[in-house]
């Protein structure tokens, strides 16, 4: 039986993490997906028709603009957050944004003076927060089961074909890495101090393929984060949706005085071998079965749909998290281009 009444959303884009928002929030009891957004007419329709959508608008543009919605979630192409994020904080409505952000720290705080002004609530997807493996990670620190923070160190590296899509749009730190610097804030719980990074460029783009970060934190711990896009073709895959397949590498270790915790973050237990080689479906972060997606998107938007019909900011992932994470993203990307350190407290913008 459905409730009484069901939130009214809509979302804007269209693309592979797009359409599976659009599956996890048409499967929830208390929300109807009223309207969707996408510049592929194709693209559009064959969602639409499939999900029984209503309403269906070419541009984000005009879904922001529909008077019947009651909240609006944003997946359009990384380098267009900003400017339909703020399209949409206009509307007074709850907004939830796929990360990143912004396009640096300076325009996430200028988002976040426009959801104060319009008493918006903006919620950023920081999907790790949601994960239970990581939560689990996050309580045992919190409760000093692991004794004393040594260091943590995150690795995410992705396949190699993926990185022409988004090299130009936006830098590694934002597209990769975004998730790792939020793990390092929330785990650790400390402000960072210090940032030494250094990057690798092999071809002619606006982001670098490969990016290395040391970063110190006021309680002592140390952080240590690497991204790359360099992982092979024959790499087992462990992203095996209907429209995005290959790999991520990724890697989450904390020292602690007492214990040492390893997460291999992405790794399934279920492997399946064919002529092509080894996959690794996910049953983690969006694990798919007979159309319906759970794991931690359908935590992480559940969590969005209780606090828009609730009118309160989440308390697992709130608008000022994702603004430090981007603090930190620009502390890095500055310091790979001086080659110098970065003192946080020094940090202009």
Not at 13 to 21: A, D, N, T, W, Y
Not at 219 to 248: D, H, L, M, Y
Not at 281 to 294: A, K, M, Q, V
Not at 320 to 336: K, P
């Amino acid at each position: 039986m459905k409730p009484s009444y069901q939130l009214r959303i809509g979302l804007a884009g269209l693309g592979r993490f797009g359409i599976m928002h659009a599956k996890v929030l048409s499967s929830m009891a208390n929300v109807e997906l009223l309207a969707i957004a996408e510049t592929r007419p194709e693209q559009l329709e064959e969602i639409g028709e499939l999900y029984g959508v209503k309403c269906r608008y070419k541009e984000a543009e005009e879904l922001i603009k529909d008077p019947d919605l009651d909240a609006i979630v944003i997946v359009t192409p990384n380098d267009q957050h900003e400017q339909h994020c703020l399209q949409a904080l206009a509307t007074g409505k709850p907004v939830f944004i796929e990360k990143p952000l912004a396009s640096n720290y300076k325009n996430a705080q200028n988002l976040k003076q426009a959801a104060e002004n319009s008493g918006s609530i903006l919620q950023v997807g920081l999907i790790l927060r949601y994960e239970l493996n990581h939560r689990i990670i996050h309580q045992q620190i919190h409760q000093k089961d692991l004794g004393e923070l040594i260091s943590i160190r995150t690795k995410r590296n992705l396949s190699r074909s993926w990185f022409t899509a988004t090299a130009e749009k936006v830098h590694t730190i934002y597209e990769s890495s975004i998730h790792d610097l939020d793990l390092l804030l929330w785990l650790t719980g400390s402000k960072p101090i210090s940032v030494f990074a250094h990057e690798r460029r092999l071809g002619n783009y606006l982001s670098p393929e490969a990016c290395i970060a040391l970063i110190k934190f006021e309680n002592g711990c140390i952080g240590i984060t690497e991204t790359s896009w360099f992982v092979p073709p024959g790499a087992p895959a462990n992203v095996t949706t209907s429209n995005w397949n290959g790999c991520i590498d990724a890697e989450l270790v904390v020292v602690g005085s007492n214990k040492t915790v390893q997460l291999r973050s992405l790794d399934s237990p279920l492997k399946i071998w064919d002529s092509s080689g080894t996959s690794s479906p996910d049953s983690i972060l969006w694990p798919e079965y007979n159309g319906r997606i759970y794991g931690a998107l359908r935590e992480e938007l559940d969590d969005f749909v209780k606090c828009a019909s609730q009118g309160v900011e989440s308390e697992t992932a709130n608008l000022e998290h994702a603004i430090n994470g981007l603090q930190l993203a620009d502390a890095i990307i500055e310091s790979a281009r001086i080659g110098t350190p970065i003192i946080m407290n020094q940090q202009s913008g």
